[in-house]
């Protein structure tokens, strides 16, 4: 990754006074005018999530990459789904055994008594009863856990290539193509070459996990043969793949030290939501300070800003991204469609506003707007 000096615009590598890949300017009436500051800002942030989702409706080409991220959370719903109702027959077995004996009851009148109950098929009933209420307690928390933890997962790298072509409607390029990708292999023949690997890569998974033993191991040991065998039939290919890894991997890297940084944030802020009057107000500011942070993942990851970078970026503006975070935030708790609107909405919105805001402090003093010439 580049050591970014962000052009005060489009915020992508731009060490001299103009930048090579916005010019300064951009085709979205919207950006034009994006040197803002105090309530301006703070507006803009509370509209970043649902101008995201207009950013989304209103681009060609984009909402199709939203399909697969989709799908496969829907399969990662059905597989945890499955594992939870099977979890729930256990728990049930265990709550009614076979033997009253196992139970080591030491009065004989209780002995009798749920002797009676068995018979009749009453502690049959309660059983099935609890086991259902069970049943779906254990459903809600493993849904809205796959639409949230999962699909935010699953969605990253098909939102990083939404982004690209958002940023290619605001000014012609992608400035991040321009600046790392390594070859010129168009994207539709990577994705078309990924799938036609990840078929026979998802059958070996799948066989890996059902074949007992060792050879199962080995079955899961070779799920990447069929990339790498792509990548030597056609070496461009193997080339993106290769920068892809490498982005991916340093992308999680530090969103993984972003998400350790906000976590510790909350706890030690947890006792503000005991203060009376101004405490919970201002928990919920910081939590969504930190959700600002963990969804704007992909246009810093894009722009290569370390996380330095990112936090002096967002304490500048922290009105805005605060209340970005927020609405995000009350989103993200309706229960499956909150994730699946909120994560690209949020994301694309998220991109929007970084945009939008000045970067100007973040370049060298001499680089300025106001720098004198």
């Known amino acids: 990754m580049l050591r970014a000096t962000p052009c005060r615009l489009c ?3 731009a060490p001299a006074a103009d930048c090579p890949h916005c010019g ?3 085709r979205d009436p919207s950006l034009r005018d994006a040197r803002v500051g105090g309530f301006r800002a ?7 999530v649902p101008n995201g989702l207009f950013l989304l409706a209103t681009t060609s080409g984009v909402k199709r990459w939203l399909i697969p991220p989709v799908l496969l959370t829907f399969a990662a719903f059905v597989a945890l789904f499955v594992w939870a109702l099977g979890l729930v027959d256990v728990l049930v077995g265990l709550a009614t055994p076979e033997d009253v004996e ?15 109950l068995v018979k009749k098929g009453v502690a049959a009933f309660f059983a099935k009863l609890t086991g259902i209420l069970l049943w779906l307690v254990v459903s809600s928390v493993v849904a809205l856990y796959a639409f949230s933890i999962v699909y935010e997962a699953i969605a990253g790298p098909f939102l990083d290539e939404i982004q690209g072509r ?4 605001w000014f012609g390029r992608d400035p991040r193509d321009d600046l790392e990708r390594p070859t010129a292999l168009p994207t539709q023949r990577c994705v078309r070459l990924s799938l036609l690997a990840g078929a026979p890569a998802l059958a070996l998974f799948v066989a890996g996990w059902l074949v007992p033993g060792w ?14 065998f792509a990548g030597q039939v056609q070496p461009e290919y193997g080339r993106w793949l290769g920068w892809v890894v490498r982005l991916e991997g340093h992308t999680l890297w530090v969103s993984i030290k972003a998400s350790l940084m906000v976590g510790a944030l909350l706890l030690v802020c947890l006792p503000l939501k005991f203060v009376p009057i101004l405490g919970l107000p201002l928990f919920m500011a910081i939590a969504g300070f930190g959700t600002a942070i963990t969804l704007l993942d992909i246009p810093f990851s894009r722009r290569g800003w370390p996380l330095g970078t990112r936090i002096e970026f967002m304490l500048d503006n922290w009105m805005p991204f605060t209340a970005f975070g927020a609405v995000a935030s009350l989103l993200f708790l309706i229960p499956v469609l909150g994730p699946l609107v909120m994560v690209p909405g949020a994301s694309i919105g998220g991109l929007w506003l970084l945009v939008r805001l000045d970067k100007d402090r973040l370049r060298p003093r001499e680089l300025r707007r106001d720098a004198p010439r």
């Open 11 to 13: 915020g992508y590598d």
């Open 215 to 228: 050879p199962g191991w080995l079955l899961l040991l070779a799920v990447p043969t069929p990339f790498l």
């Open 42 to 48: 703070l507006l803009d942030g509370v509209r970043a």
């Open 166 to 169: 958002i940023e290619e409607r």
């Open 24 to 26: 300064h300017e951009s």
């Open 102 to 116: 196992q139970l080591g009851l030491q009065w004989h009148w209780l002995e009798v008594a749920l002797l009676w």
